[in-house]
């Protein structure tokens, strides 16, 4: 497990407030560039519409995540309020960079800021928008709750107050401009990467 730490080359590692777009941004992010791989997280949480597994999520039950917990497989995790867990594997690190590909995950404000202190050549990215725009994005997608909406808006407020521990922090107001600010990021990082390897 600890050759997955120690491997050359970024880990991008973007993270966010719910609704904030770093899925939307993401997508985005491995169209412009081939060579980005996505991690697939397991989480305890039910399978949606459309979802496969193994793609959109790896879906494994409380007692499993419990147990590769305790086993010491995961990077990171992170419990919600509402009861389910997700986190990243270690073994999906190794498989991308086995593969000669670059890792991005998409996490948790806490599970980002962990793989920073554990992950060298980790990039942080934190994406943010506006309250009032977070709550109309939250409710127009209708996949929770109001009380889960509630809660989501209430852990961003939190997760804002860190956000200054992130590398870098992009304002999701204007999808255009945030994807040409992380792609920016993302090219000087790959470029300053190679240059140190070669």
Same mark, same amino acid.
């Given at each position: 497990?600890?050759?997955?730490?120690?491997?050359?080359?970024?880990?991008?590692?973007?993270?966010?407030?719910?609704?904030?777009?770093?899925?939307?941004?993401?997508?985005?992010?491995?169209?412009?560039?081939?060579?980005?791989?996505?991690?697939?997280?397991?989480?305890?949480?039910?399978?949606?519409?459309?979802?496969?597994?193994?793609?959109?999520?790896?879906? !494994?039950?409380?007692?499993?995540?419990?147990?590769?917990?305790?086993?010491?497989?995961?990077?990171?995790?992170?419990?919600?309020?509402?009861?389910?867990?997700?986190?990243?594997?270690?073994?999906?690190?190794?498989?991308?960079?086995?593969?000669?590909?670059?890792?991005?995950?998409?996490?948790?404000?806490?599970?980002?800021?962990?793989?920073?202190?554990?992950?060298?050549?980790?990039?942080?990215?934190? !994406?943010?928008?506006?309250?009032?725009?977070?709550?109309?994005?939250?409710?127009?997608?209708?996949?929770?709750?109001?009380?889960?909406?509630?809660?989501?808006?209430?852990?961003?407020?939190?997760?804002?107050?860190?956000?200054?521990?992130?590398?870098?922090? !992009?304002?999701?107001?204007?999808?255009?401009?945030?994807?040409?600010?992380?792609?920016?990021?993302?090219?000087?990082?790959?470029?300053?990467?190679?240059?140190?390897?070669?």
């Amino acid at each position: 497990m600890a050759s997955s730490t120690s491997s050359p080359g970024p880990v991008f590692v973007v993270t966010g407030q719910s609704g904030a777009g770093k899925g939307t941004l993401i997508k985005r992010l491995l169209a412009a560039f081939p060579q980005l791989e996505l991690a697939v997280s397991a989480t305890t949480r039910a399978q949606r519409p459309g979802e496969v597994d193994g793609v959109h999520y790896y879906f !494994i039950s409380d007692d499993e995540f419990a147990r590769r917990l305790a086993d010491g497989e995961f990077l990171e995790y992170h419990a919600f309020p509402w009861g389910q867990r997700s986190g990243t594997l270690f073994s999906e690190i190794e498989r991308i960079r086995a593969d000669g590909r670059v890792c991005v995950l998409e996490l948790e404000t806490e599970g980002a800021l962990n793989v920073a202190d554990r992950v060298p050549g980790a990039v942080t990215v934190f !994406i943010t928008a506006p309250i009032p725009e977070l709550e109309r994005r939250l409710r127009d997608r209708a996949t929770e709750s109001a009380g889960e909406i509630e809660e989501r808006l209430r852990v961003a407020r939190e997760q804002f107050e860190v956000a200054d521990r992130f590398d870098y922090l !992009i304002e999701n107001d204007d999808l255009e401009r945030a994807t040409e600010e992380l792609e920016g990021i993302v090219r000087r990082e790959l470029d300053g990467a190679a240059t140190m390897r070669s």
